[in-house]
């Protein structure tokens, strides 16, 4: 499999590129080297403050004649400063003017959590605006708008449990079509996985290499043995595995890289399968780890804790 495809039809290529803490100055290489050797899928978000550079690699493929605009898959993600119904068109105008684009093919509510306008990342209990203030339906409402406006074609969530999507689903006029979250043979949420068939959506998997980014976590996705051993067998290496592995479960992964070798390793990933026997190993290496635990959104006597965020 190499695409998703959605309700319409519209396919989605399976492999993309993540753009998360990739610095300004070195996503428009990764960009423009991704497209130069078959990437046709970028994951992008407001909050990573670097869409302009985005856009601008994006231009120079197009100028440079290395795709049309309608070969791309580009997916961005609205702020939890902007949360609200008449916040959303606003936030992904200037997404789409940062990304020199007329329209997305997928917009998602970045976080089922609400900052008050203007911030970046909280600092204390008082950035936050409880969701009972903002519900997430009241934000639907301004993506269902945007989609209905063809700023974007598709439009989903990230970040979502299993109330949360519920919640959208029961009065949502457009269902949603994605839910992104973090997924790795470490964090495979079974339960998460069949209630998002059950309604209909895909999965996109972030973090799929198990962000290399803690320095302090010990726990390393790419140094598991089972890992290892099952690439070393298969002529793979421990990320082309880990990458399969999602990908073989129907699962979109989007893999960060600012470094041409392995952003043409990640993408080779294609070229290679599993056997039954090595994701019968693999799923035995779930231990519900998350490597972005969520705790940045905790502060005392503040609205939001992980545990809310994930598992309510
Ligand atoms: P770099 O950008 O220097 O390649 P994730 O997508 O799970 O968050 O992981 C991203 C991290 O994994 C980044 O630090 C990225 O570093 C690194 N990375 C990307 N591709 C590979 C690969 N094929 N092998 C090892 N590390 C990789």
Redo the contacts with the bound molecule.
Sequence with gaps: MTTLKFRNNDEMPILGL?T???EPN?VYN?VLSAIKIGYRHIDCAAAYGNEKEVGNAIADAIKQGLVSREDLWVTSKLWNASHGEENVIPALNQTLEDLQLDYLDLYLIHWPVALKKGTEMPEKASDFIPLSEVPLTNTWKGIEAALEQGLTKHIGVSNFNENQLKEIMASAVHKPEMNQVEM?PFLQQKELKALCSHFDMHITA????????DENNTLR??ENDTIKNIANARNM????V??AYTMQRGIA???????E???L??LETLNHTLTEEDMTLLKDLNKGHR?IDGKFWEFENGPYTADSIWNN
């Excluded at 972030?206 to 980014?213: I, K, N, Q, R, T």
């Design positions: 993540g998360f803490r990739s070195e990764a790795h972030y973090a799929p290499l198990g962000s290399l980014v996705l790419l290496s421990p990320a082309q880990a990458l992964v989007i893999p960060k890289s600012i470094n070798a392995r952003l390793q990640n490597f």
